[in-house]
């Protein structure tokens, strides 16, 4: 994921939002996303940078800004614009930076007191700006996912189907999990696996971990980040890859 990006072999997950303060929650800076939408009435708002070494390229690296907001009950919208779509010289070299939007909906609440989790799906669609668009794919991505809490301890993850057109595309399957604990009341730590199967006729499938991190400087206030290393096909896909965010929740 996320998830589109600079990191080539997740393009659609890198773009998924939620927050994970107290009571914990998902989404960045993990590529593995949840079900739980933002709060009804409120925003989750993201000015980030991201980047990936992929096979042959150096690190390349993009900003942008995501906005999510809960539009009614178990429902959130969510928008994610790239700032440095078309870089000249010196410029950031983004690859091409998806222009996304989608709906996050919870259709099950999870038992506190029971092991029936949360669930939720978010559809949505990423078209491909910058100055190497020509031939990328617009991508729809349908997922599903599942989360379940105990104590300081969150576990989610799932998985969605990619719809993608343009030459030589493919059609393909992204997954995820992660477990995370919140280790102090103002700092969250965990790890993921996640990944994606072929994406192209050329590609092979591929797979990542990750490890990430949230700061609560207070409750408006927040700085996220990860790190990940492919574990499968690395060489092709992602051989290093980071996401550091500040968030600002009003």
């Known amino acids: 994921m996320t998830l589109g990006s600079a990191r080539r072999a997740l393009p659609c997950l890198l773009l998924l939002v939620a927050?994970?303060?107290?009571?914990?929650?998902?989404?960045?800076?993990?590529?593995?996303?949840d079900p739980e939408p933002t709060d009804t009435g409120h925003w989750e708002n993201y000015l980030y940078s991201q980047g990936a070494s992929t096979a042959g390229q150096t690190l390349r690296a993009q900003a942008?800004?995501?906005?999510?907001?809960?539009?009614?009950?178990?429902?959130?919208?969510?928008?994610?614009v790239p700032l440095d779509p078309n870089p000249g010289p010196g410029g950031m070299g983004v690859v091409w930076a998806p222009l996304g939007g989608g709906v996050k909906y919870r259709f099950i609440q999870e038992d506190e007191h029971g092991w029936r989790p949360q669930v939720g799906i978010f559809p949505q669609v990423f078209i491909p700006v910058g100055p190497l668009d020509r031939g990328a794919p617009v991508t729809e991505l349908l997922p599903v996912w599942i989360?379940?809490?105990?104590?300081?301890?969150?576990?989610?993850?799932?998985?969605?189907?990619?719809?993608?057109?343009?030459?030589?595309?493919?059609?393909?399957?992204?997954?995820?999990?992660?477990?995370?604990?919140?280790?102090?009341?103002?700092?969250?730590?965990?790890?993921?696996?996640?990944?994606?199967?072929?994406?192209?006729?050329?590609?092979?499938?591929?797979?990542?971990?990750?490890?990430?991190?949230?700061?609560?400087?207070?409750?408006?206030?927040?700085?996220?980040g990860s790190v990940n290393t492919g574990v499968v096909a690395a060489s092709q896909s992602d051989r290093f890859s980071y996401n550091v965010a500040l968030k600002w929740t009003p």
Not at 19 to 33: H, K
Not at 64 to 78: F, R, V
């Open 64 to 80: 942008g800004i995501e906005l999510n907001y809960g539009a009614a009950e178990n429902t959130q919208l969510s928008w994610s």
């Open 19 to 33: 927050e994970f303060s107290s009571p914990v929650r998902a989404g960045p800076p993990y590529v593995t996303d």
């Open 147 to 224: 989360q379940k809490s105990a104590g300081p301890w969150t576990t989610f993850g799932g998985a969605g189907y990619t719809l993608s057109s343009g030459r030589d595309k493919r059609n393909y399957v992204i997954y995820g999990w992660a477990l995370q604990r919140q280790l102090t009341g103002k700092f969250s730590l965990g790890a993921e696996l996640f990944g994606q199967t072929r994406d192209s006729v050329r590609d092979r499938a591929a797979t990542a971990a990750g490890l990430a991190a949230q700061y609560d400087f207070s409750r408006l206030w927040h700085l996220i």
